[in-house]
């Protein structure tokens, strides 16, 4: 199943909004993190310094350690602590300790802070920043490692309380963007909804083209709907004036074969009589379906009046001998459109008309109409009517009912035909009159 256009579009909006939020959390929580590492950094490097500031030897050489300003140093598990270790002495520890003292990796050169990472006896993470400065003169001098160390907790837990308030509140921006996603993608293919109802409307026959009140981008598409729009036009018109020529073109030879059949009929050569007459029908049925078809512009959407085609065809069928005794009546509603256009409602209300005119005896009745979600229309005369068990025959190619009646016993096929292709049911019953009632019936749109 193919993605529709907006999906496609919704869904890569929406993957590389998530890419670009899960992006942005990243780099959040990694500069937040190095923003706090330096924050204990130069905390550590302040405490490093008054320590070491702190510190002196005295006249035996032993270590006089003045007490830090913060008492955090001074007091059990503060979390903050120090630790000094002059050579292969025991390491002396602020009174903040209340475990073993620290394993310290031993920075590679004298008056270089050194940090690191590393677990106390109690196993709490501590950063730790140490350095090894020399204290007294000469041969006297002695190296002394000095360390500050700083309770990790409070740093992880402010770092993972960033981490979740990040991750919140960038899905809240994450839905927002989403929605405005969606409704960019809405907005953005508006034109090309448009351009659905216009060709609608062009299939309905209330518009013939499309309208230039696009955006740039879609003028091209349009121009080019608008030129198969005029190209498919011509070629109809052109099909059209061929078909008309063809028909008129073979009228005169099928009439002479016609002839040809009848004096072989009396000439008493039934069966190759017979024979031609299924060829004159089968090129006569040809002839007319095809015209049939030529005329019909495929817009099944198309819609038509009927009243003004009817009362058109009505004026023409009077003037024959044939009909100047008939009564033809028409109770068409003004509004009621059939969905054909004008050449096939035509073609396909002459060939109907034509059929009753042959069968009835006084009147000739058009009905037109809309029932709830459907419409009809009806040509009744009141001829002899059909058997309903002859119905399918009477609407089968090619068959007559009575043979003496003149015809090729195509126009209920074609009619049949032209109404299968545009959406309607064609029905075949008994009128009010006692003769036939031919029904077309087709949903409102």
């Known amino acids: 199943m193919r993605a529709s256009l907006g999906l496609r579009l919704f869904l890569t909006a929406a993957a590389t909004t998530i890419l670009a939020l899960a992006a942005t959390a990243l780099v959040l929580n990694v500069l937040f993190r190095d923003y706090f590492e330096a924050r204990v950094h130069d905390e550590l490097d302040n405490y490093l310094l008054l320590l070491t500031g702190n510190i002196a030897l005295d006249d035996e050489g032993a270590l006089e350690i003045a007490p830090m300003f913060d008492q955090r140093f001074e007091q059990a598990l503060s979390g903050y602590y120090w630790q000094i270790e002059l050579e292969d002495a025991p390491p002396l520890l602020s009174p903040s300790f209340w475990a073993a003292p620290l394993e310290l990796a031993r920075p590679a050169q004298r008056g270089t802070i050194f940090y690191q990472d590393v677990m106390t006896g109690t196993g709490e993470p501590v950063s730790v920043a140490s350095w090894i400065i020399e204290l007294g003169e000469a041969e006297e001098s002695r190296d002394i490692l000095i360390s500050v160390a700083m309770e990790r907790k409070d740093i992880d837990v402010s770092v993972a309380g960033f981490a979740s308030n990040t991750a919140i509140w960038l899905a809240i921006l994450g839905l927002f963007l989403l929605a405005a996603s969606a409704f960019t993608v809405r907005v953005g293919?508006?034109?090309?909804?448009?351009?659905?109802?216009?060709?609608?409307?062009?299939?309905?026959?209330?518009?013939?083209?499309?309208?230039?009140?696009?955006?740039?981008?879609?003028?091209?598409?349009?121009?080019?709907?608008?030129?198969?729009?005029?190209?498919?036009?011509?070629?109809?018109?052109?099909?059209?004036?061929?078909?008309?020529?063809?028909?008129?073109?073979?009228?005169?030879?099928?009439?002479?074969?016609?002839?040809?059949?009848?004096?072989?009929?009396?000439?008493?050569?039934?069966?190759?009589?017979?024979?031609?007459?299924?060829?004159?029908?089968?090129?006569?049925?040809?002839?007319?379906?095809?015209?049939?078809?030529?005329?019909?512009?495929?817009?099944?959407?198309?819609?038509?009046?009927?009243?003004?085609?009817?009362?058109?065809?009505?004026?023409?069928?009077?003037?024959?001998?044939?009909?100047?005794?008939?009564?033809?009546?028409?109770?068409?509603?003004?509004?009621?459109?059939?969905?054909?256009?004008?050449?096939?409602?035509?073609?396909?209300?002459?060939?109907?008309?034509?059929?009753?005119?042959?069968?009835?005896?006084?009147?000739?009745?058009?009905?037109?109409?809309?029932?709830?979600?459907?419409?009809?229309?009806?040509?009744?005369?009141?001829?002899?009517?059909?058997?309903?068990?002859?119905?399918?025959?009477?609407?089968?190619?090619?068959?007559?009912?009575?043979?003496?009646?003149?015809?090729?016993?195509?126009?209920?096929?074609?009619?049949?035909?032209?109404?299968?292709?545009?959406?309607?049911?064609?029905?075949?019953?008994?009128?009010?009159?006692?003769?036939?009632?031919?029904?077309?019936?087709?949903?409102?749109?």
């Open 189 to 445: 293919l508006k034109p090309l909804e448009r351009v659905r109802n216009e060709l609608r409307r062009i299939n309905a026959a209330q518009n013939r083209r499309l309208s230039n009140d696009y955006p740039s981008e879609v003028l091209p598409l349009v121009k080019e709907v608008n030129e198969l729009l005029d190209q498919n036009d011509a070629t109809l018109a052109r099909v059209r004036v061929s078909a008309g020529n063809l028909a008129h073109g073979l009228k005169t030879p099928l009439t002479v074969l016609r002839g040809v059949l009848r004096k072989l009929e009396l000439s008493g050569q039934a069966q190759m009589a017979a024979e031609l007459g299924a060829e004159i029908d089968a090129m006569q049925h040809i002839v007319e379906r095809e015209l049939a078809r030529s005329r019909d512009s495929h817009q099944k959407r198309s819609h038509t009046a009927v009243a003004p085609v009817a009362e058109r065809l009505c004026a023409a069928l009077r003037q024959q001998p044939a009909a100047r005794h008939l009564q033809w009546t028409i109770d068409v509603p003004s509004t009621l459109a059939a969905p054909f256009d004008a050449y096939d409602l035509t073609e396909l209300l002459g060939n109907l008309l034509d059929n009753a005119m042959k069968w009835t005896q006084t009147t000739v009745t058009i009905l037109g109409g809309e029932t709830g979600e459907t419409a009809f229309l009806s040509v009744v005369d009141d001829g002899p009517g059909i058997a309903e068990d002859k119905v399918e025959a009477a609407l089968a190619r090619g068959e007559r009912l009575d043979a003496q009646n003149s015809g090729s016993g195509l126009g209920l096929h074609i009619v049949r035909e032209m109404a299968d292709s545009h959406g309607c049911t064609i029905t075949l019953g008994a009128s009010k009159a006692g003769g036939l009632e031919v029904r077309l019936t087709w949903a409102l749109s």
